[in-house]
T-cell receptor, first 112, second 115 residues
């Protein structure tokens, strides 16, 4: 079983839709949760960063962490064609530092 | 450009040759990480280095792979006697300090193709 499970998609939505991306994990030691966005043929860029459980909002993006269920989500409101990318969840623990464990990534296409 | 710089961006090697990938971290960053992205798979941690020290190489294959981050110059990921299964995108990331727990800055990657 993989430590982090993420539906690879692909996911296709119309412009303006609300997008929900999710990951589940099995390692209870994970404390830091991130979402990275990766455009085609580019490196990942950090989108959202959350410590432990709770919600975090940044513009059109909201990250949620439910440690009791070992489940994290990223919501994108009013999605735009420029949001078309692969979204990677990533996690680490107190002792693993920046040795991140990534999900496989979900490929998102927002159609104009 | 103050970002993480990787070169070459694309590298083609025949089986049995050596591949050397270079990474210059962001200015002011002293921690370098290498990740590998195989086709249809997520990023996998390989190694974490500071200047002149390998801190964590738990993700490195036991043979043919090595990494260094010398006092002067870029970090280098070296793959000896490449095989087709080494074909992947290799990403370097940097961070400013050890307590940074996930906020990595990635380069654009080096794409290795083994013929």
């Amino acid at each position: 079983q993989k430590e982090v499970e993420q539906d690879p998609g692909p996911l296709s939505v119309p412009e303006g839709a609300i997008v929900s991306l999710n990951c589940t994990y099995s390692n209870s030691a994970f404390q830091y949760f991130m979402w990275y966005r990766q455009y085609s043929r580019k490196g990942p860029e950090l989108l959202m960063y959350t410590y432990s459980s709770g919600n975090k909002e940044d513009g059109r993006f909201t990250a949620q962490v439910d440690k009791s269920s070992k489940y994290i989500s990223l919501f994108i409101r009013d999605s735009q064609p420029s949001d078309s990318a692969t979204y990677l969840c990533a996690m680490s623990g107190e002792t693993s530092g920046s040795r991140l464990t990534f999900g496989e990534g979900t490929q998102l296409t927002v159609n104009p | 450009n103050a970002g993480v710089m990787q070169n070459p961006r694309h590298l083609v090697r025949r089986r049995g040759q050596e591949a050397r990938l270079r990474c210059s971290p962001m200015k002011g960053h002293s921690h370098v990480y290498w990740y590998r992205q195989l086709p249809e798979e997520g990023l996998k941690f390989m190694v974490y280095l500071q200047k002149e020290n390998i801190i964590d190489e738990s993700g490195m294959p036991k043979e043919r792979f090595s990494a260094e981050f010398p006092k002067e110059g870029p970090s280098i990921l070296r793959i000896q006697q490449v095989v087709r299964g080494d074909s992947a995108a290799y990403f370097c990331a940097s961070s400013p300090n050890y307590k940074n727990t996930g906020e990595l800055f990635f380069g654009e990657g080096s794409r290795l193709t083994v013929l």
